[in-house]
């Protein structure tokens, strides 16, 4: 069992994710180049957060050509899996491993602050260790995470429950004002059709221990550490 | 030599609040009778490709694999002679 940590110039939550896996989860871990053309050896693979390739022309738009995501897309393909955070699910997206895009937030404001996010889906193999409804605290830190999706797409998400995640009051509702960036319906988290490639804007890493304020960013980790397992 | 002059912007369908607050700043400045405004990118490309046809297959190829995402974003494009 070993997790691959993906880095591509810009990266910059690889090290958090590195901690936590480490120091936290304590599992085998290694970082994954972006010219490596190979992820063999790795059982789930980590797209974390930054600015990959500076995130010229759109987000994600480049580092979706760098050589390693060739091999991302065959590892996802075969049912591997993969979960992107921030940065991470803008690749997931421009790669057309996530349906829909992440867009310029509503505000044109850069938004760093907790979040409450609602469990909408616990079937798949990174949520199943949540509750039904469950409601996670986590940090959000991004000027680009309005998620939009054509309404035929969305309604075939909402349909398979390829929404996870959505931005909720810390008692659980779903409401406008607690969207930070005005995602549709307030989207915080997508899957891919099979479950195993998930992509959300919240950064489980930096919450992953009472120290930094929430250990809510756990059961994720936990979850995808399960669904590698039972390959 | 051939010049492409690309145009992307988000599709009508998709909310672009970086065109409304330009245009809200419009109106402050007293040109009311703006009634739209759309932000996009604008790129310009020198081919070494000569034949138009083959030009615009290339420039439609670039569009549809990166330089727009049409999930969420509308291209067009035109060619000027440039000189080598």
Same mark, same amino acid.
């Given at each position: 069992?070993? #997790?691959?940590?993906?880095?591509? +110039?810009?990266?910059?939550? /690889?090290?958090?994710?590195? /901690? ?6 304590? #599992?085998?871990?290694?970082? #994954? ?19 990959? /390739? ?64 609602? @469990? ?21 830190? /991004? ?9 035929? @797409? ?25 969207? +930070? ?51 | 030599?051939? =010049?492409? !002059? ?6 009508? $369908?998709?909310?672009?609040? !970086? ?8 109106? $402050? ?18 081919? $070494?490709?000569?034949?138009? =046809?083959?030009?615009?297959? !290339?420039? =439609? ?16 494009? !035109?060619?000027? =002679?440039?000189?080598?």
């Amino acid at each position: 069992m070993r #997790v691959g940590v993906l880095v591509f +110039p810009g990266t910059w939550s /690889h090290q958090d994710f590195a /901690h936590v896996l480490e120091d936290v989860v304590g #599992v085998p871990w290694g970082f #994954v180049w972006h010219k490596d053309t190979s992820v063999a050896g790795y059982d789930c693979l980590i797209l974390p957060g930054g600015f990959a /390739h500076g995130d010229y022309l759109r987000c994600g738009a480049i580092a979706r050509f760098s050589p390693v995501m060739e091999a991302v897309v065959r590892f996802a393909r075969d049912g591997g899996p993969v979960i992107g955070s921030c940065n991470g699910f803008q690749i997931l997206c421009e790669a057309g491993l996530l349906p829909g895009a992440l867009l310029r937030n509503v505000s044109l404001q850069y938004r760093c602050q907790w979040v409450h996010i609602r @469990t909408e889906n616990r079937t798949t193999p990174f949520t199943r260790t949540l509750a039904p409804g469950q409601v996670l605290r986590l940090p959000i830190s /991004h000027g680009e995470g309005r998620y939009y999706a054509v309404p035929e @797409t969305l309604g075939a998400m909402r349909e398979r429950g390829q929404i996870l995640f959505r931005y909720a009051t810390a008692d659980g509702r779903v409401t406008a004002e607690v969207n +930070p960036n005005g995602s549709l319906e307030n989207i915080a988290g997508v899957s891919n059709e099979a479950g195993n490639v998930v992509g959300l804007m919240p950064h489980p890493e930096r919450a992953a221990e009472a120290l930094l304020g929430s250990e809510d960013g756990l059961p994720l980790f936990l979850g995808s550490l399960g669904c590698a397992l039972k390959r | 030599m051939l =010049e492409a !002059q690309i145009f992307v912007t988000l599709k009508r $369908s998709v909310l672009d609040p !970086q065109g409304e607050t330009v245009k809200s700043g419009l109106h $402050s400045l007293g040109f009311g009778g703006v009634e739209d405004c759309r932000v996009g990118k604008f790129m310009v490309l020198r081919l $070494s490709e000569t034949d138009p =046809e083959r030009a615009k297959g !290339q420039v =439609e190829e670039m569009c549809r694999k990166l330089l727009a995402n049409p999930v969420i974003e509308e291209y067009r494009f !035109q060619f000027r =002679e440039v000189a080598g």
